[in-house]
């Protein structure tokens, strides 16, 4: 999932005159307030143990004990993953779990030392302390100075009512004088320096929140190999499903078709053999109607094994099949192949596959007069766009043919995008990976 900030799900943009009022501004100020008694017990505890624990390993007690204290990092880093997503929107996934391969103490102790989530979490409770502390203190001072100055004018009273002082002294030299905010004039150009601070403070603020999140998702979420496995097992997880989807429809195709066909035919042919002795006339007419049904069944097969792998991919490339595509949709389409040479196998059968679901989408559903496809390299990137000009309004929604169309490239690392304003049109552009 994409980590998303609190702002970015709702609609409209922070001004300059709305940010010191919005929500956004006090949750992040309030996580960088109690953020920094957080990072002080975070660092404490972390030097605490981290030197106990490495002073001890001359003796067997320091295993244990860094071990043991990076659990402790581990249960950390929780607390400030639930502040990160509570006042940051930043929604950052656990990390990877230590790898175990039996039970018992010495294994949980290993997996706990050899985890690298864990030394991140130990990195974080010392690095974030400064940074707290800094932001801590740029934050607090910014909006207190903002907002006290931007109300002067409607407390300054208190100095000469209780005190002996004209206004708020800004400098004495200790014998009385010095210069003092009184005064119409004095009074509002502090109002105005404090209005400044006051605008310019939450943006002063989300920059420093913006390190915080790159902290949290660098630090205590899961490594980059992980997520990148984690996709991968998804990947494949589709991939399979794939597979067996399409066995199930190769299977229901050859049973409802060519199959039953074949069955009907050989029963035919012997009722004909029956006949030939007694009626040669209506035994040379069933051996003609066995011969239109072996026609069509072969045509069943030829579509099917089409829709396996065509002959002419392999043969000719994308240019020739995706031209015998297009000759079979129900409106007119353009095709234009612009490529330096053939992708790897793989990618070209799905590149093919594609184009020719999403041509079915046009004969089926939009309603189109023309359509195009255009085929063309762009670095290390194969890009399919298919557009018509029918009625628009293709959704890739769970569910549907798009969804499952861009789950399939999704596998390969492919990407699909569909642009179909109602009433408009539909393009739909895949990006494939060469591998050439």
């Known amino acids: 999932m994409v980590p998303m900030d609190i702002d ?3 609609p409209g943009r922070s001004t300059l005159l709305s940010a010191p009022f919005e929500g956004r501004t006090w949750r992040e100020f309030g996580y960088i307030m109690i953020g920094f008694p957080f990072a002080t017990l975070y660092f404490c505890v972390a030097i605490t143990l981290l030197s106990a624990g490495a002073g001890l390993l001359v003796t067997f007690l320091g ?3 860094l071990a043991a204290s990076l659990g402790v990092f581990r249960g950390f880093g929780a607390v400030e993953r639930a502040r990160a997503r509570t006042m940051l929107g930043r929604d950052v996934a656990d990390p990877e779990p230590e790898p175990r391969r039996k039970a018992g ?20 409770m010392v690095i974030h302390f400064p940074w707290a502390v800094s932001s801590f203190c740029v934050a607090l001072t910014l909006m207190a100075y903002g907002w006290s100055m931007a109300l002067y004018p409607a407390w300054y009273w208190v100095f000469p009512t209780f005190t002996d002082q004209p206004g708020l002294q800004l400098y004495g030299d200790g014998h009385g004088d010095g210069l003092y905010l009184d005064g119409p004039l004095r009074i509002a150009g502090a109002s ?14 989300r920059g420093l929140t913006t390190v915080d999140r790159m902290l949290v998702a660098g630090l205590l979420g899961p490594s980059r190999l992980a997520t990148r496995v984690t996709e991968l097992e998804s990947d494949r997880g589709v991939v399979v499903d794939t597979a067996a989807a399409d066995l199930r429809r190769i299977e229901r195709d050859l049973h409802d078709g060519a199959q039953a066909r074949l069955v009907a035919l050989a029963m035919d042919l012997g009722l004909a053999k029956e006949k030939l002795a007694e009626d040669p006339d ?11 049904e072996v026609k069509i069944a072969l045509q069943e097969l030829r579509d099917l094994a089409r829709g396996i792998h065509p002959a002419v991919l392999t043969d000719r490339g994308l240019d020739a099949a995706l031209s015998s595509v297009a000759a079979r949709c129900t409106v007119p389409v353009r095709v234009r192949v612009d490529l330096p040479g053939r992708p790897a196998p793989a990618i070209e059968g799905i590149a093919y596959f594609t184009v020719s679901e999403l041509l079915q989408n046009v004969s089926k559903h939009a309603r189109a007069r023309t359509a195009s496809v255009d085929v063309w390299r762009s670095g290390d990137r194969l890009l399919l ?5 029918g009625t628009g309004g293709a959704r890739a929604g769970a569910g549907g043919g798009l969804a499952g169309l861009a789950e399939r490239l999704d596998a390969v690392d492919g990407v699909l995008v569909v642009d179909s304003p109602e009433g408009v049109g539909t393009t739909v552009t895949a990006e494939l990976p060469w591998r050439g």
């Open 192 to 205: 105005l320096i404090g209005i400044v601070l006051v605008l310019v403070t939450p943006w002063v603020v």
């Open 105 to 124: 103490a010495l294994s949980w102790m290993g997996a706990m030392l050899k985890s690298g989530a864990n030394w991140r979490h130990a990195l974080y």
């Open 8 to 10: 970015q799900r709702r």
């Open 282 to 292: 209506a035994a040379a007419r069933m051996v003609d109607e066995a011969h239109g």
């Open 63 to 65: 295993v244990p004990l």
């Open 385 to 389: 766009q298919v557009a018509d000009d």
